[in-house]
């Protein structure tokens, strides 16, 4: 099984910067892809970036140009480089990672999801 930890939410201003971190563990297995969603109260959790092993990266429209993700394979550790924050940004961050996990005569593909990190823009 994986474990996902999220660190790096808090309180910003509008047009600060934060940067999120998720780092997983667990026993064997192998991250397919890595990515960031986010939930604000009373809507429903949406897509913010994700990154493929590979690097191929994909954004939420609302983020292109403002946020970058990045991952680091090696340590099994994807980041969220946020900046030009926003009100409207505020939301729970989610960390997931699809894995292949490697059991004693099986492999099976997995959706893993973090705690979640607050992130809140305010002035």
Do not use: H
Not at 69 to 76: F, K, P
């Amino acid at each position: 099984q994986v474990q996902l930890v999220e660190s790096g939410g808090g309180l910003v201003q509008p047009g600060g910067s934060l940067r999120l971190s998720c780092a997983a563990s667990g026993t064997t297995f192998r991250v397919n892809r890595m990515g960031w969603y986010r939930q604000a109260p009373g809507k429903e959790r949406e897509l913010v970036a994700t990154i493929t092993s590979r690097g191929q990266t994909n954004y939420a429209y609302s983020v292109k140009g403002r946020f970058t993700i990045s991952g680091d394979n090696a340590r099994n550790t994807v980041y969220l480089q946020m900046g030009g924050l926003k009100p409207e940004d505020t939301a729970l961050y989610y960390c997931n990672m699809e894995t292949t996990n490697y059991y004693s005569d099986y492999a099976a593909v997995e959706n893993n999801w973090g705690q979640g990190t607050q992130v809140t823009v305010s002035s």
